[in-house]
């Protein structure tokens, strides 16, 4: 039998983020220490000087104050060297414009990953994809460092930021007030009151329904959330 090579192991929800530390374009960082009590959202892309990710790179950071008034730190990655990130952000800045973004400085840290150590600790590789680059992955990760939600991108395709912060927010929604959000939720609208847990909790769930809280069966109740 012939040897198969072990593939990095992506991390799963509820688990702790692997430590790492690394150069990147706003300094060394050392992880998860210097993000203590703060959200991260930590993202790889293919390569400098491509299309695709200069246009997420563009919207990540003109969306970036957005994410920090939601106590988030983003953190970008690639499989290339400082040198080559810092002549892409300086293209992006001095010569591309596009949907009336122009002059757009990336200030959150870009990660150099030549070596693969942070990609692959974090399952971002995926050889039947590319050996040689990082898929398009975002890592949602809590003030107390655990994973709380992942999502991967082919090559070809850009991501969604308007998810990327919906996702972020919901979640923000769900520790904060002990609820769950329902499909397509936005902000401002009504949250999921968690199911009861006995027989005797259900029929008092139904028959307390009114002011506080509607139900459209005993285990499927709303309710008005603080934005």
């Known amino acids: 039998m012939c040897n198969q090579p072990v593939l990095p192991r992506i991390p799963l929800i509820g688990e702790k983020a692997p430590r790492f530390t690394a150069k990147t374009t706003q300094g060394d960082i050392t992880f998860p220490d210097?993000?203590?009590g703060k959200w991260v959202i930590l993202f790889s892309h293919p390569a400098d000087f491509t299309p695709v990710c200069t246009t997420e790179f563009m919207?990540?950071?003109?969306?970036?104050?957005?994410?920090?008034?939601?106590?988030?730190?983003?953190?970008?990655?690639?499989?290339?060297s400082h040198y080559a990130h810092i002549a892409w952000l300086?293209?992006?800045?001095?010569?591309?414009?596009?949907?009336?973004?122009?002059?757009?400085?990336?200030?959150?840290?870009?990660?150099?990953?030549?070596?693969?150590e942070v990609a692959k600790a974090?399952?971002?590789?995926?050889?039947?994809?590319?050996?040689?680059?990082?898929?398009?992955a975002v890592?949602?990760?809590?003030p107390e460092a655990r994973i709380r939600a992942l999502m991967y991108?082919?090559?070809?395709?850009?991501?969604?930021?308007?998810?990327?912060?919906?996702?972020?927010?919901a979640m923000q929604t769900a520790d904060k007030h002990q609820v769950a959000t329902p499909a397509d939720w936005r902000p401002g609208d009504k949250v999921i009151v968690p199911p009861p847990g006995s027989c005797g909790q259900a029929a008092e769930r139904v028959a307390?329904?009114?002011?506080?809280?509607?139900?459209?069966?005993?285990f499927l109740c709303f309710k008005e959330c603080p934005q």
């Open 34 to 36: 210097d993000f203590a």
């Open 59 to 80: 919207t990540f950071a003109t969306m970036e104050e957005e994410f920090a008034a939601l106590n988030c730190q983003l953190i970008g990655l690639s499989i290339d």
């Open 90 to 116: 300086r293209t992006i800045k001095e010569k591309i414009e596009w949907k009336g973004m122009k002059n757009v400085e990336v200030k959150f840290p870009v990660i150099a990953d030549l070596k693969m």
């Open 122 to 136: 974090f399952g971002m590789v995926m050889p039947e994809a590319s050996d040689t680059q990082a898929v398009r």
């Open 139 to 142: 890592f949602f990760i809590d």
């Open 153 to 169: 991108y082919p090559l070809s395709t850009g991501r969604n930021f308007d998810e990327i912060k919906r996702l972020l927010i």
């Open 208 to 218: 307390g329904a009114g002011k506080e809280y509607e139900c459209l069966d005993w």
